[in-house]
């Protein structure tokens, strides 16, 4: 029997041009903490003048928090927070990727909330005390697309002196408001536009294979491989093309939804011991690393949702034979990457060592236990090295 519940009620503001209509859209406060990333190109593309431009028209004072980098730290989180309080923020504006709105959600939580984030994380070395107050509210303005943090309630921090890495949510946490403009992303280069595009793919696939996928949920997952295997190329080669980065924009608030309705996997608990010991590299490109060989394992697992992947990804699996149909993915996933230009990605070029294989899956397994429960197999830990060093180069 079919049994589901869902809710996603986040406001969304999805199309060329929406950006404008930040200055008309009534915003939850009259105080703003405006959050964004420690680069130059929020300012550089005109995009955090024209937010702050948009409250000025609303007649909202703001102030400016500008320390965020691609992996967000516990630290930066923190001290924010305590701006916000100190300064009687009454709401939070994330302008830039996936990692800023994660960090402004972070930081809206805590505004409300006392002691350490890491008390309330249910897992590594988290306390997992109950969140008592609710965070402030959040308007998300996305500037990139993959990471679907626009319309689901998680957040990801790396707490860096102790080397975890952990998505945590709450429902206070889904964005009040999400502005989804895909004209911010034409300034994404190619390799981002990339690995970006591929999380949201990936948040998809994880979705589907997930334990707790719904029907829901099933449908929001098959679009978003659908329209990703068919416009990321297109966006690569042209960042130019307006109706590919609409597409793929479309594909990244699509993988929000899936994350609401299902399940990352533990793919996302592998990369994240990743990216928790070499901050430096960029979460989609860890996505990347690991996926034929982690996927090469699951397809035997439930290979007819290997099979209707793949058929989303133009693949004909009609006359082989049945072992061999699951695989097909496999197939369509590396002919993707190649077209996307990403298909030699190593971790060695991040400073990766093969001796730290068991030390990643040890620590995947500690602080992301939760989403290896959502697996349809139990990966052991020596399944789990095993997988880390296939994918190793």
Known sequence: MIDFDFSIPTKVLF??????????E???????????????????????????????????DYMVFDKIRCNP?????????????????????????????????????????????????????????????????????????????EADPWLVVTNEELHEKIGFGVPSTFPFLSVVDPELTLSVPP???????????????????????????????????????KNLPKAVRDGSDLEARTNIALAGLLS???????????????EHAMTAFHPELPHGAGLLMISEAYFSFFAKYVPDRFIKMAHMMGEVTESLPEDEK??????????????????????????IQIDEMEKLARNAHKTMSNLFAMDRYTLSLKENVEIFKTAYC
């Open 15 to 24: 199309g060329v041009g929406k950006l404008d209509e930040l200055k008309r």
């Open 26 to 60: 009534p915003l939850p406060g009259k105080l703003a903490l405006v959050v964004v990333s420690s680069g130059d190109a929020m300012k550089k593309y005109g995009y955090l003048d024209r937010v702050l431009k948009a409250l000025r028209h609303q007649h909202i």
């Open 73 to 149: 730290s516990k630290v930066h989180v923190m001290e924010a927070a305590q701006f916000a309080r100190d300064n009687f923020c009454d709401f939070v504006i994330g302008v830039g990727g996936g990692s800023t709105i994660d960090a402004a959600k972070a930081i809206a939580l805590m505004a409300r909330n006392p002691g350490d984030l890491w008390d309330y994380i249910v897992t590594g070395s988290g306390k997992g005390r109950p969140v008592k107050n609710q965070a402030l509210p959040i308007v998300a303005v996305m500037t990139t697309a993959g990471t679907g943090t």
């Open 191 to 229: 390799f981002l536009t990339a690995i970006q595009g591929f999380d949201a793919f990936f948040h998809a696939v994880e979705g589907f294979i997930a334990e707790i996928a719904t029907p829901i949920s099933e449908a929001f997952s098959l679009q978003v491989i659908r329209l990703i295997s």
């Open 256 to 270: 929000g939804m899936v994350q609401s309705t299902s399940s990352c996997t533990s793919h996302h608990s592998m």
């Open 326 to 351: 699951p695989y097909t993915f496999i197939t369509a996933l590396k002919k993707l990457k190649k077209e996307c230009g990403v298909d030699n990605l190593k971790m060695s070029d991040y400073g």
